[in-house]
Nanobody
Framework: VQLQASGGGLVQAGGSLRLSCAYS?????????MGWFRQAPGKEREFVAA????????YYADSVKGRFTVSRNNAENTVYLQMNSLKPEDTAVHYC?????????????????????WGQGTQVTVSS
């Protein structure tokens, strides 16, 4: 399994970015639940958002609810994270991850140990 994240960059506070994560691997993409995590310098990696295998169920950290939207296109083997109203505290390396079980819950979606595969990360920097 390979996950390739892209779309990061430098943006002013209040701006928007759209992250993408492209999947490649032996199993079909819709077997996987997908999550986004982020890690700021000196901090632990934290949960941002997740989406179930069919795109129906989505989960968000409280810090991003109402600003970020996670979605997926199974035909294109891609998961997205639309980030609006960005804040300086959103600055971090953002990672996508895949969960082989496919079915996520409110608890499991935020558990870093739930995920089996990780992408390389893309830097998001928000200036004040």
């Amino acid at each position: 399994v390979q996950l390739q994240a892209s779309g990061g960059g430098l943006v002013q506070a209040g701006g928007s970015l759209r992250l993408s994560c492209a999947y490649s691997g032996g199993r079909t993409f819709n077997n996987y639940g997908m999550g986004w995590f982020r890690q700021a310098p000196g901090k632990e990696r934290e949960f941002v958002a997740a989406v179930s295998w069919n795109g129906v169920d989505t989960y968000y950290a409280d810090s991003v609810k109402g600003r970020f939207t996670v979605s997926r296109n199974n035909a294109e083997n891609t998961v997205y994270l639309q980030m609006n109203s960005l804040k300086p505290e959103d600055t971090a390396v953002h990672y996508c991850a895949a969960d082989s079980y496919g079915i996520l819950t409110v608890v499991s979606s935020a558990d870093i140990n739930e995920y089996d595969y990780w992408g390389q990360g893309t830097q998001v920097t928000v200036s004040s």
